[in-house]
């Protein structure tokens, strides 16, 4: 007796640990995508149980600093954008869209006045970033009296040429990385900031036909290649110094600021129907991405970010830094549908080595930087989650819409006024979340229960 139920002890522990093991991930998964769907779902959940801002103590819209940015808040709630677009999973858009709403600004431009000295060039494109993919998407519109989500990018975009223009005689135009004097960083004028203006200038220009953003997209490209941020084999370096005038490059190189150009790029290549320069160009910084691939023989094809990940000295804002190359490689791939087949071989061997990555924490599902050593690096955090969750969602491209031009928008109902009340991870094994995926929970738990139940009936009865 004493034997059989320790056995039927054993039992119920493993049944316990699996329901709570690691994202099982099938990159071939069949229609529908489950699994893909499940991992993405999992994972998402991660991003925002690191999110406090609709409770006691947090700032609506932003997820806690330290260790968070400002910045990494508006990439965050852009890559919750596109995961409700890919997925189809509506389970964070009422806190999206109310986070959105909170960091508008009195001037409906992301530039809000307690955020002064955290706000540079870059960090205002990603929140406009996620806003151009609530505009492109059909996300629910800003409540009166606000604009519309493509006017607030409008705005963005005015500020930057504003900016370019008051500060054209130093290196030839350019952005500024800090446009506010008494920030560090003033006299440097980065790729991060410029790509954040080109980009958002081609996805502008591919949504209304305006040819004024058209122009502003080559022109900023043409200074970036100019100056050499991108080199002829469309390298994407850091930066560059106005104090020597721009005549020496940073040579430092991030998965993000390749990535930002990249689909800018593809944008311009949708947007002008092929034309060669543009082919040419989104496929050289396609090329150019292989410097944050295969970190070693053994790991070929998966992503890593090379100025700091081996040596684990990242940092909190370079941990995020694949999340936005995994975003952009996606949206390359739907745009310019000549990297599809060589996009789709990076991301799924890279999902395959995220999904060992994420093992950690008390449900065994928690997400570590380094993808490429077969589990856990020691590592937590939002940059980890939110890069997790970019390569899995980034798996369903095949089968979501492309950004949509105005005249094709059609947009979601406002949700209603919340808060909203995220659901407990303990309750819902962090898995209840995908309409799908929370049924095929449910039946998990169900089984669980019936099986548990089921045995210690047993117990009673020995």
């Avoid at 092929?274 to 496929?283: C, D, M, N, Q």
């Avoid at 890593?304 to 390359?332: I, P």
């Amino acid at each position: 007796m004493i034997v059989l139920r320790v056995w039927l002890t054993a039992i119920v522990l493993a049944l316990s640990n699996w329901l709570a093991t690691a994202i099982v991930l099938d990159v071939d998964d069949p229609s529908p995508p489950e699994s893909i769907r499940d991992a993405a779902a999992t994972v998402a959940h991660g991003v925002q149980a690191l999110y406090n801002g609709n409770k006691t103590g947090g700032v609506l819209g932003k997820w806690p600093f330290p260790p968070y940015y400002w910045w990494e808040s508006g990439a965050s709630w852009g890559g919750m954008v596109n995961y409700w677009h890919f997925t189809g999973d509506n389970s964070y858009v009422n806190v999206t869209y109310e986070a959105l709403v909170s960091q508008i600004g009195p001037t409906n431009d992301f530039m809000l006045p307690q955020e002064k000295f955290n706000t540079g060039n870059d960090d205002q494109a990603f929140w406009a970033f996620a806003a151009m993919s609530a505009a492109e998407f059909g996300f629910p519109q800003p409540p009166d009296p606000y604009p519309s989500w493509r006017q607030i990018c409008d705005n963005v975009f005015n500020g930057y040429v504003q900016r370019w223009n008051f500060d054209s005689e130093t290196c030839g135009g350019g952005l500024r990385w800090q446009f506010i004097p008494e920030n560090a960083g003033h006299d440097y004028k980065n790729s991060i900031s410029n790509g954040g203006f080109f980009q958002l200038a081609a996805r502008l220009a591919r949504m209304t036909g305006n040819q004024t953003y058209v122009d502003w997209a080559e022109k900023v490209w043409d200074w970036t290649t100019a100056i050499g941020l991108v080199d002829n084999m469309y390298n994407v370096f850091d930066g560059t110094d106005l104090k020597i005038n721009c005549t020496q490059i940073n040579h430092h190189q991030w998965t993000y600021n390749v990535a930002i150009y990249l689909y800018g790029a593809a944008v311009m290549q949708n947007y002008t129907n092929a034309t060669e320069k543009w082919v040419a160009r989104t496929t050289g910084l396609l090329d150019a991405t292989s410097t944050f691939f295969s970190p070693f023989p053994n790991a070929t094809d998966i992503m890593f970010e090379a100025m700091c990940e081996k040596s684990s000295t990242c940092n909190v804002d370079q941990h995020s830094m694949k999340a936005y190359l995994a975003r952009w490689l996606a949206g390359t791939s739907l745009l310019a549908p000549n990297t599809a087949g060589r996009i789709g071989q990076l991301l799924r061997v890279s999902a395959i080595g995220a999904s060992n990555a994420c093992t950690a924490g008390e449900f065994g599902n928690t997400c570590g930087a380094k993808w490429y050593i077969g589990g856990w690096d020691g590592t937590s955090g939002l940059g980890q989650q939110l890069s997790a969750m970019e390569i899995f969602y980034g798996l369903l491209v095949n089968s979501t819409r492309p950004p949509s031009v105005l005249n094709s928008v059609r947009i979601r109902d406002a949700p209603p006024n919340i808060p909203m009340v995220l659901p407990d991870p303990a309750a819902s094994n962090a898995r209840a979340l995908y309409d799908g995926v929370g049924q095929v929970s449910v039946a998990y738990s169900l089984i669980f229960g019936i099986a548990t139940g089921a045995i210690i009936l047993i117990m009673d009865a020995l």
